[in-house]
């Protein structure tokens, strides 16, 4: 594999994120190997994953370049695709799901992120769902795990301030389970181990009930988050935010 490394202990998969020049964020290519390693990791017989990222950082989002690689309506819909199945597999993996958050978690990376059943980051981590930064709304779920952490309320003032938090101010308002002083994947690790002594058959069977029944919605907002991308992405706004990100100044939207 070019961007992922699986390594087995016992019962613990750990799935790590390894595009480190990049900051893990994701492209074309790294999508679609994602896509195809959560399948693989899934039929895995170990019944807790944790997913980390190498490097500096958990993931920062989607990169940017890829915005002009999917000008095209079949490779954006392929892309999509990719971003749907490594959530909907996540969510319904019949596996205990640990994300173990480093450095920042931004946009796609922090929707990644929440997809998992628990949600650890270091101390001086910075989560972000900001889409709105360069004219989108989020994707890969964002709409959903925002509201089933925040609701509905507080879900839309934090996508549409595009604040980054701290691993503390994301644990305060639910974003983050736990906040770990040293290593996040270390202590999930010990996590991890501490699940597989107890009785996971039985925890396994609550997430899937639970996420049985939240599957159908999870897939709506999936289709509305694809839809409405599509539609953001031939604004005005969006370009003139690549453009801002780009030449590192601030951006002048006008609502067009």
């Known amino acids: 594999m070019s961007f992922f490394k699986v390594e087995e202990n016992g019962n613990v998969i750990h799935l790590i994120l390894n595009r480190v020049d990049k900051y893990n964020a994701l492209d074309v290519e790294m999508l ?14 170990g019944q807790v994953l944790v ?18 690689e999917i000008a095209d309506e079949s490779k954006y819909n392929q892309v999509m695709n990719d971003i749907e199945t490594i959530v909907t597999t996540l969510y319904t993996m019949p596996k205990l799901v640990i994300s173990a958050v480093h450095g920042s978690a931004v946009g796609l990376g ?19 769902m900001n889409f709105i ?7 890969g779920g964002g ?26 101010e994301a644990y305060d308002v639910k974003l983050v389970d736990l906040v770990v ?8 690790e010990q996590l991890a181990v501490e699940w597989t002594h107890r009785p996971v058959q039985s925890m396994i069977a609550t997430k899937n009930i639970y996420h049985q029944h939240g599957l159908n919605q999870l897939l ?32 002048t939207f006008k609502g067009k």
């Open 110 to 128: 922090l929707s990644i992120a929440l997809s998992a059943d628990y949600v650890m980051a270091e101390a001086d981590a910075m989560v972000s």
């Open 181 to 188: 002083q040293g290593s996040v994947r270390e202590a999930a």
């Open 220 to 251: 709506e907002y999936l289709a509305h988050e694809r839809q409405n991308q599509w539609r953001l992405r031939q604004t005005e706004d969006h370009q003139e935010g690549v453009r801002a990100f780009l030449e590192k100044r601030r951006p």
């Open 32 to 45: 679609q190997e994602f896509a195809k390693v959560v399948g693989q990791v899934k039929q895995l017989s």
């Open 133 to 139: 930064g360069v004219g989108l709304a989020p994707d």
């Open 51 to 68: 997913i980390s990222g190498e490097g500096k950082g958990f993931c920062a989002g989607g990169d940017l370049a890829m915005m002009r």
């Open 143 to 168: 709409h959903f795990w925002l509201e089933q952490r925040l609701g509905t309320h507080q879900a839309k003032q934090f996508t549409w301030n595009g604040q980054q938090l701290t691993a503390k």
